[in-house]
């Protein structure tokens, strides 16, 4: 007689790379960029949206960004009503992303200061031997405009992937694709010693895709969607109910951990490498 059984095999190592976001995770406090460009692309077609509709898609492809925005019934019936009954098509898709490109290149330039813990989170986890990588939502042109910046404030990934990086037929979040590019990239094997930092649903999804441990920044991103001034200008009670709101928003999308900032990661990895060595998996 044959034993049937089902074989598990568990990491009990060290963490070996983190994969971090850009906008909202690492530069750009309040993921601030994308969200104006999308506002003024959607008015330049003469179709206001909402600060919430330019958000809601975040972390996104930008191309899909603009379908799924496209796509609200609110803003679909605003895009009929502005063109003569005519439905959002994928022709007008390609023609406002088209138009939003150059001004996230603009933008994205404009707001290029790293989030407070960025550089000194990153210099610590490579102390540790930690390799240190990046995807993100935003064409190599955008990116273009932003590590040089981010580069002489002392953060500069082994590797970043954008959304233009992929291969034909490669997808960008919440599916994977992205992410294996740059464990590839990083020789960063297996999943449960990689950790994926973001700060959106589509952030969390991808890390949880790959079969990586997530971890959700909520203050610095765009479910808090505020810059470091307005931030520190909220009276503290609002400031926890609005973190609160953002942790219950990414742990309901699956977040495995979620913490203020990058300033307040060491300790996740702390925890997350005690979590491997007793045997337990993302």
């Known amino acids: 007689m044959t034993a049937s059984f089902v074989y598990r095999r568990s990491y009990r190592g060290p963490v070996v790379a983190c994969v971090f976001d850009w906008a909202g995770t690492m530069v750009d406090h309040g993921s601030l960029a994308p969200m104006g460009a999308f506002q003024d692309a959607f008015a330049a ?77 990153t210099d610590a986890l490579r102390a540790r031997g930690v390799r240190v990588g990046a995807t993100t939502g935003y064409t190599r042109a955008i990116m273009e405009a932003v590590t040089p910046a981010t580069t002489a404030q002392g953060y500069a990934p082994d590797i970043t992937v954008c959304i233009d990086d992929l291969p034909p037929g490669g997808r960008g979040r919440p599916a994977p694709h992205q992410l294996f590019q740059a464990m590839i990239a990083l020789d960063a094997w297996p999943p449960a010693a990689v950790v994926k930092v973001g700060d959106t649903v589509a952030d969390i999804e991808e890390g949880l895709n790959a079969g990586v441990w997530t971890v959700a920044v909520t203050e610095t991103g765009s479910e808090m969607g505020l810059s470091r001034a307005d931030l520190d200008a909220l009276p503290e009670a609002e400031r926890a109910a609005r973190r609160l709101a953002a942790a219950d928003t990414l742990t309901r999308a699956g977040a495995h951990f979620t913490i203020p900032g990058v300033a307040d990661l060491l300790d996740v990895i702390d925890a997350i490498e005690a979590h491997l060595a007793r045997g337990e998996m993302p």
């Open 45 to 121: 077609f003469g179709v206001p949206i909402s600060e919430a509709e330019a958000r809601a898609p975040m972390g996104r492809g930008k191309l899909d960004h603009v379908r799924d925005i496209g796509a609200m019934p609110a803003v679909a019936e605003r895009w009929r009503a502005a063109h003569d009954g005519a439905a959002f098509t994928e022709a007008d898709a390609q023609a406002v992303y088209a138009d939003v490109t150059p001004r996230q290149i603009v933008s994205a330039g404009r707001h290029a200061y790293l989030v407070p813990g960025a550089a000194t989170t």
